[in-house]
């Protein structure tokens, strides 16, 4: 739960290099339109959101979490909204494959499926 609220908050408040560090360093996401995979592609990936979706909130519940103690598949909803109206951006949830390495625990794999 950690994890997925330092990269909740790291990318809805601009904090792109933070954001980056919740993956391993050859971690990936996969998101409409596209698949972003390394530290650079997911800094940049973070800045072009801002750009885009500035001053929205991610919402994820339902965590099922299932691992080993070194590696885990994290299944969860997602709820995007714009901060202030509450209006629904974007609906679907994340699949992730986490890894736990000596820093604590990060995403391997992250993609985000829709409806």
């Not at 990936?28 to 072009?48: C, D, H, M, Q, W």
């Not at 299944?75 to 509450?86: E, F, K, S, V």
Request: charged content about 25%; glycine content about 10%.
């Amino acid at each position: 739960m950690q994890l997925v609220a330092r990269y909740n908050y790291a990318l809805d408040f601009g904090e792109p290099e933070a954001w980056a560090e919740t993956f391993t360093p050859d971690g990936s996401i996969e998101v409409p339109p596209g698949r972003f995979t390394g530290k650079a592609a997911l800094v940049e990936f973070a800045r072009n959101f801002q750009r885009d979706f500035g001053g929205t909130r991610h919402w994820t519940n339902n965590l099922l979490l299932d691992g080993n103690g070194d590696s885990a598949r994290l299944r969860c909803y997602l709820w995007l909204i714009r901060n202030g109206t509450g209006a629904t951006i974007w609906t679907g949830h994340y699949d992730d494959v986490l890894v736990k390495l000596p820093a604590g625990w990060r995403f391997l794999a992250r993609r985000v499926k829709t409806p």
